[in-house]
């Protein structure tokens, strides 16, 4: 199971490095619409590894898992949701008002899964996010 994360992983990065040699990356927005291939796949990767804590609602756990749903930290800190689900959140945050304190491990998600869960969350509940999130984008976020 971990060979084929890895091997995805490195075909992902193959591809992109592939695709940025001869196509040029205009910067812009696109809307992310339900019937999309990353709105429905970003559903699936949400099923199967958020759901536990933040809900199938996104409405989370008061004082434990804080909401995905109208969650002003998620509409206002894209990089830092997309650094959180990639390498993992500990300490202090404020999500609408509350205080949160806890831990949230890394998933071991690739970029793509993590680019269409990302287009998920800010698409569903109310949430909505005009700029789709690219497999790129993601990439590029560092530790
Ligand atoms: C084991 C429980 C758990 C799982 C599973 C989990 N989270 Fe979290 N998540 C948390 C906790 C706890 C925090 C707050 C961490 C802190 O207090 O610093 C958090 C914070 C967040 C935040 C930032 C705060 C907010 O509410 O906007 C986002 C975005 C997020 N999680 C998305 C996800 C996504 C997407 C997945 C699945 C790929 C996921 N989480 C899986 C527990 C979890």
């Known amino acids: 199971m971990k060979n084929i994360k890895i091997t995805l992983l490195l075909l992902t990065i193959l591809l992109i490095t592939a695709c ?3 196509t040029k990356n205009t910067m812009t927005s696109k809307s992310v619409s339900a019937e999309s291939k990353t709105y429905n796949a970003g559903k699936k990767v949400y099923l199967d590894n958020c759901i536990s804590c933040h809900l199938p609602s996104g409405k989370g756990v008061p004082k434990a898992f804080p909401p995905l749903a109208n969650s002003d930290f998620l509409e206002n800190n894209r990089e830092a949701s997309i ?10 945050i ?3 008002g ?3 304190n806890s831990v949230m491990a890394p998933l071991g ?7 269409d869960v990302m287009n ?7 949430n909505t996010n005009d700029n789709e999130i690219s497999v790129e984008e993601v990439s590029k976020i560092q530790q």
């Open 20 to 22: 940025k040699s001869d």
């Open 83 to 92: 650094h959180a689900i990639k390498y993992g959140l500990s300490g202090e």
């Open 94 to 96: 404020i999500v609408n």
């Open 98 to 100: 509350e205080r949160y």
């Open 109 to 115: 998600l690739t970029d793509k899964e993590i680019a």
């Open 120 to 126: 998920y969350i800010t698409n569903s509940w109310g």
